[in-house]
T-cell receptor, first 115, second 114 residues
Framework: DAGVIQSPRHEVTEMGQEVTLRCKPI?????LFWYRQTMMRGLELLIY????????DSGMPEDRFSAKMPNASFSTLKIQPSEPRDSAVYFC?????????????FGSGTQLSVL | GDSVTQMEGPVTLSEEACLTI???????????LFWYVQYPGEGLQLLLK?????DKGSNKGFEATYRKETTSFHLEKGSVQVSDSAVYFC?????????????FGQGTELSVKP
């Protein structure tokens, strides 16, 4: 299996532009998570899905952020409009089940720089 | 809410030294506990886990024991190598009826010098 695939690996954009990050979870996994990593705040859970349904989006920082999972093999995280403070590494992760003892598999992340 | 607290880094050790990274947690119910490792430029990988009290997780010479009485899950290794240099994250995952989300500590950077 190719693992969790994220694209792009790097994104540089200007303030005010729309940014879309993409994630393909491991086939057969039914839980998907979006995390943001910064030096100041570490790893923050933004949102997660179970069976394509958003379960908890309390970590989404504000209305500029939105996430979708139209099917079991694809998810997007969109920021519109982007701001410099959104610069971070965004990770997608998936797990086989929502069960507490199931480990998460992480993608390689998208390094976002908003100028 | 649930939370995880790790000792602050960076931790710098010489090769073959002993390692302990402290981790304590606050949770309602009985979470599963994990250590993840992040090598430079990569995503996180599971290092080890424990799903109930007194369980010991182990992998690649690393160990951690789920201590319910002290709400701790300290990571230990008897002899570190340069290749162990990475950032280590302690995490907990609660039961499904409490959301089942994975919550991470702030991470501890380990640097091992030859």
């Amino acid at each position: 299996d190719a693992g969790v695939i994220q694209s792009p690996r790097h994104e540089v954009t200007e303030m005010g532009q729309e940014v879309t990050l993409r994630c393909k979870p491991i086939s057969g996994h039914n839980s998907l998570f979006w995390y943001r990593q910064t030096m100041m705040r570490g790893l923050e859970l933004l949102i997660y899905f179970n069976n394509n349904v958003p379960i908890d989006d309390s970590g989404m920082p504000e209305d500029r952020f939105s996430a979708k999972m139209p099917n079991a093999s694809f998810s997007t995280l969109k920021i519109q409009p982007s701001e410099p403070r959104d610069s971070a590494v965004y990770f997608c992760a998936s797990s086989f089940r929502q069960a507490p003892n199931e480990k998460l598999f992480f993608g390689s992340g998208t390094q976002l720089s908003v100028l | 809410g649930d939370s995880v607290t790790q000792m602050e880094g960076p931790v710098t050790l010489s090769e073959e030294a002993c390692l302990t990274i402290n981790c304590t947690y606050t949770a309602t119910g009985y979470p599963s506990l994990f250590w993840y490792v992040q090598y430079p430029g990569e995503g996180l990988q599971l290092l080890l886990k424990a799903t109930k009290a007194d369980d010991k997780g182990s992998n690649k010479g690393f160990e951690a024991t789920y201590r319910k009485e002290t709400t701790s899950f300290h990571l230990e290794k008897g002899s570190v190598q340069v290749s162990d240099s990475a950032v280590y994250f302690c995490a907990l995952r609660g039961p499904v009826d409490q959301g089942g989300k994975l919550i991470f500590g702030q991470g501890t950077e380990l640097s091992v010098k030859p």
